[in-house]
């Protein structure tokens, strides 16, 4: 009789890669172990059971709001990442972030997201106890980005290229620092529920996973070895009823099959892009500037200062405020 077993994987802090070099690992948390789902207004609504009950008796009653249809159609397409009892982070997705600390080896963990912030340390702190109970030891975050207001992908981006130029900025200073050390970069994000859509970092314009790698290799010495991967944790699909649905999806057993391969160094071979279709292993060549992509600090800011008061008048009245993701 043919059997076959899957051994268990490494503990935490064994060195997977044969090569000596150092691992960032930047994890987001809206959008990464929960559902955020943004209908281009700010806040986000948490995809949770206190949230998708409220949707689903509007809808009984005739609403045929565009929030409503958006809570109702990403249940139904991701029902194991519903956050139950007024938690902000779903299980099944925090095991998978778990697993991927897992294969990363020896690594520091760098917290980008807002969860950063003093107001949500309990919420961090659980987050960490479910990380440690998947881990089977304890798990804190090592690090965190330097915390500064972000309400746009391009501002999250330049925290976590700001972060790799710190590194390499202590390594130098250190004794024998005087060479690059070789370094893996993983970065978990949603970018606040937003596609790679031409948007401009720096001048540089993010078209999919590939630019976002090539900017952050870019924050690196010249020379430097330095290998990024991306797990853009964002999908847009349009429901039967015509409504287009915009979410930061959680992290999929796909995202973890190719953090697994990356920190193995493998072929990562076909990926999803941030639209959900297939596509080819992208190219590794640095992006092009592009004449129509505009810096960010104008328009995104402007755009979120003019829609940030319709958005809180609009889904105060609609959802609790416990499943607002702020």
Request: charged content about 25%.
């Amino acid at each position: 009789v043919n059997a076959t077993c899957r051994l268990p994987p490494p503990p935490r802090g064994t060195q997977v890669c044969p090569l000596a070099m150092d691992t960032l690992t930047f994890v987001d948390v809206d959008g990464v172990v929960n559902v955020a789902i943004c209908n281009g207004v700010r806040p986000a609504l948490l995809l949770c059971d206190a949230n998708t009950k409220l949707a689903r008796e509007r809808d009984a009653r005739g609403s045929r709001s565009r929030n409503n249809a958006s809570m109702l159609a990403a249940a139904e397409r991701f029902p194991e990442a519903v956050c139950h009892g007024g938690l902000h982070c779903a299980d099944p997705l925090v095991r998978r972030l778990a697993d991927i600390l897992q294969v990363a080896g020896p690594a520091s963990v760098v917290l980008s997201s807002n969860w950063r912030r003093p107001k949500h340390s309990a919420r961090l702190r659980h987050l960490q106890e479910r990380i440690s109970a998947h881990l089977g030891e304890a798990f804190a975050f090592d690090a965190r980005t330097e915390e500064v207001r972000e309400v746009c992908g391009q501002d999250r981006l330049r925290s976590i290229g700001a972060y790799v130029r710190g590194h390499y900025a202590k390594r130098e200073a250190s004794p024998g620092g005087d060479r690059p050390r070789a370094l893996r970069v993983m970065v978990l994000d949603d970018f606040f529920a937003g596609a790679l859509d031409g948007w401009a970092c720096d001048g540089w314009c993010m078209h999919g996973p590939e630019d976002v790698e090539a900017y952050v290799r870019r924050c690196a010495p010249e020379g430097a070895d330095v290998r990024v991967k991306l797990l853009h944790c964002f999908r847009h699909w349009e429901t039967d009823d015509g409504v287009i649905v915009r979410a930061g999806t959680g992290l999929s057993q796909s995202h973890v099959d190719e953090a697994e391969a990356f920190f193995a160094g493998k072929p990562v071979g076909l990926v999803k892009d941030s639209r959900g279709s297939r596509t080819t292993a992208p190219e590794v060549s640095a992006p092009e500037r592009a004449p129509d992509c505009k810096s960010p600090g104008t328009l995104s800011r402007l755009h979120a200062a003019k829609t940030w008061a319709a958005a809180w008048a609009g889904l105060l009245s609609a959802f609790p405020l416990g499943c607002l993701l702020v």
